[in-house]
């Protein structure tokens, strides 16, 4: 989706061929559901490693991460094909305009000019299944976690184990909050060039966050950060000194 809106800003041209809608579609499903799967194995895992650390080499084995990866990318690839599936059965007009920068799958739903009754029952299904499920276990993950962590004695010791997951849950908050206003937003009349901002942040903002929300808990990263931090506020650290002769050419291509 990134470099179809790259071309378009340089080319000023907002067209997209049917198969290129297609093909952003069932990518777009792919990595959304893939990462919402992901989410709810990583909360799980989370789960292990605070409330039974003891077991966690034996619960967490190599089969079973390989096996509950594998999983969730099936579950996202049958997703997006069922989809495909779905809006390839639908009658368009020839010329739509879709009122966002990407081939969003429920307002392709809505552009379709046959009976979409039965189609939007099966999507409706598919999408509370890989929905619903996926917070539910990413709740009742927390729920166990929050309920190990008051049981701890130290308030220290509370911070420490509640830290280690942070990162997580930071991305979960980001991933479902935007998601929501996203899809909800939609069902409350919301403007098409406020729906396309809530989506370029879902889309595009918060996968180029998670690497950096994620490095958090890396030391190196911390002690960059705090060195930044202090050579910003500091006078005598933001001047740069330079010994010997430097030699600059008379222009300068910018």
Avoid at 2 to 28: A, G
Avoid at 106 to 130: E, K, M, P
Avoid at 164 to 191: D, I, N, P
Wanted: hydrophobic share 45%.
């Amino acid at each position: 989706m990134v470099p179809k809106l790259i071309m378009n800003t340089q080319s000023h041209s907002r067209v997209i061929s049917y198969v290129d809608c297609l093909m952003q579609m069932s990518l777009f499903i792919l990595s959304g559901c893939m990462d919402d799967m992901l989410l709810t194995v990583m909360a799980y895992d989370w789960f292990v490693a605070i409330c039974h650390l003891l077991n966690y080499s034996v619960i967490m084995n190599p089969c079973l991460c390989g096996f509950l990866v594998l999983m969730s990318f099936l579950i996202s690839l049958f997703d997006s094909q069922l989809h495909n599936s779905i809006v390839l059965n639908f009658r368009y007009f020839k010329d739509v305009e879709i009122a966002n920068f990407f081939c969003d799958p429920s307002q392709l739903l809505n552009l379709a000019c046959s009976d979409t009754l039965t189609n939007n029952i099966v999507t409706y299904f598919v999408v509370t299944l890989s929905g619903f499920l996926p917070i539910s276990g990413i709740l009742f993950s927390y729920y166990k976690i929050v309920s190990s962590i008051l049981r701890i004695p130290s308030s220290g010791g509370r911070y420490k184990v509640f830290s280690t997951c942070g990162s997580h849950l930071a991305v979960v908050c980001l991933f479902y909050g935007t998601g929501l206003a996203v899809y909800l937003g939609s069902t409350v009349s919301l403007s098409p060039r406020t729906s396309a901002v809530f989506s370029v942040m879902y889309t595009v903002v918060i996968p180029m966050l998670n690497p950096f929300i994620y490095s958090l808990r890396n030391r190196d990263i911390k002690t960059a950060l705090r060195r930044m931090h202090s050579n910003a506020y500091n006078p005598r650290a933001r001047g740069i000194c330079f010994q010997g002769r430097l030699d600059l050419p008379a222009k300068l291509n910018l």
